[in-house]
């Protein structure tokens, strides 16, 4: 269903006003999603892995890594809740869970250019898969790196760079 305030569109102008208008809200509640994702982990965090092997029962919810080295553990019932919540498989719950704490813990810069609506949260998940391998270290350079200039480079481009 088309909303009513297009329908008040009677010029170009009103009408590319409107796009404009949709595309800030549209990048707002992504990044919100985003930093609700990063609450949600936070709630369901395990400090570490000596933390989570001494917590664990077998045959209770296991701790997850879902992001990379220095990135806390999440539990694993956690990951399927919110991605049903997302309406997402918990494969696609889990990568979309591990991008989020892969940002606001590896890659900060890039989370507050995110949370800043400097930098689409697809871009920025983007570059959280390449770096999930990396070692902390390696994740922070390309955070460095990365950070200032990710939001008007190519996909070609961000993937040298990143690389």
Do not use: N
């Not at 982990?41 to 997850?64: F, K, N, Q, Y």
């Not at 919540?85 to 591990?98: E, I, K, P």
């Not at 770096?131 to 190519?154: M, N, Q, R, W, Y």
């Amino acid at each position: 269903m088309v909303t009513r305030d297009l329908d008040d569109c009677d010029t170009a102008g009103a009408v590319l006003s409107f796009v404009r208008t949709r595309r800030h809200a549209v990048l707002a509640a992504e990044a919100e999603q985003l930093a609700a994702a990063v609450t949600w982990a936070g709630m369901h965090a395990t400090d570490s892995r000596l933390d989570a092997a001494v917590a664990w029962v077998p045959g209770c919810e296991e701790p997850l890594a879902i992001a990379g080295p220095g990135a806390p553990l999440v539990a694993e019932f956690s990951v399927l809740e919110f991605a049903a919540a997302l309406g997402m498989s918990s494969d696609a719950g889990r990568t979309y869970l591990g991008h989020a704490v892969e940002l606001a813990h590896r890659l900060p810069r890039l989370y507050e250019r995110v949370q800043a609506l400097d930098l689409p949260v697809w871009k920025a998940r983007r570059i959280a898969a390449t770096t999930l391998d990396l070692p902390f270290e390696g994740a922070a350079f390309v955070d460095t790196h990365v950070a200032g200039c990710a939001h008007k480079i190519s996909i070609a481009q961000l993937d040298r760079v990143v690389e």
